[in-house]
């Protein structure tokens, strides 16, 4: 897989885009594979069981419960550099983000 490997250049030119709408985290039972009609942007499994990244309105229609909403921003790089290999996709408080 080509692409930059540089951490300290990736991170230098880094032009994040900050996504439209609100994002909440929200821990779901069983798969992935019921809750993908609900467009997540982000899954991620832990012994706990399966927490989905949605936008706040999908998670509100879906009726699920969820802690402090969040915006998204997308940063398009390659971060094998990080000990990743695709395009990553930071959620932030509602604070500003750090980088």
């Known amino acids: 897989m080509g692409g930059?490997?540089?951490?300290?250049?990736?991170?230098?030119?880094?032009?994040p885009i900050l996504g439209e709408g609100e994002y909440v985290y929200c821990a779901v039972d069983g798969g992935a594979a019921p809750w993908l009609a609900l467009d997540p942007i982000g899954t991620f499994r832990e012994a706990e069981g399966l927490t989905l990244?949605?936008?706040?309105?999908?998670a509100d229609a879906a009726g699920l419960s969820y802690g402090p909403v969040s915006a998204a921003d997308h940063a398009q790089r390659s971060f094998r550099a990080g000990g990743g290999g695709?395009?990553?996709?930071?959620?932030?408080?509602?604070?500003?983000?750090e980088y």
């Open 4 to 15: 930059e490997t540089d951490l300290r250049r990736l991170l230098g030119e880094m032009k």
């Open 53 to 58: 990244i949605l936008e706040r309105s999908s």
């Open 86 to 97: 695709v395009n990553g996709v930071r959620i932030c408080s509602a604070h500003p983000c």
